[in-house]
């Protein structure tokens, strides 16, 4: 199961549903959130959270996770990071 996560940096929309982010960690299905690539593509996955921290630690403090990317879709998005984790095991 591919799981990427980083920084999430908002656009002005991510207003409409950031207190919802921002109160539950938890579950998050029922806001419908989905990534795409930087072709418009969607990524499809198990599931997308943010986890905003905004208001506890300050701007910037927002991490976007996708869960459930699967190969080979996850090696053509992270080739360098697949690469990585194989070289562990030579």
Do not use: W
Not at 44 to 53: E, N, P, Q, R, S
């Amino acid at each position: 199961m591919g799981v990427a996560f980083g920084q999430f940096i908002p656009s002005d929309g991510y207003s409409t549903i950031q207190r919802q982010c921002i109160e539950n960690h938890a579950d998050q299905t029922k806001l419908g959130l989905s990534v795409r690539t930087p072709n418009n593509e969607t990524i499809i996955c198990a599931g997308v959270g943010i986890l905003d921290y905004s208001e506890q630690v300050g701007e910037g403090f927002i991490e976007l996770n996708v869960l459930g990317i699967s190969y080979p879709l996850y090696e053509q998005l992270f080739p360098e990071h697949v690469a990585r984790y194989e070289q562990q095991f030579k």
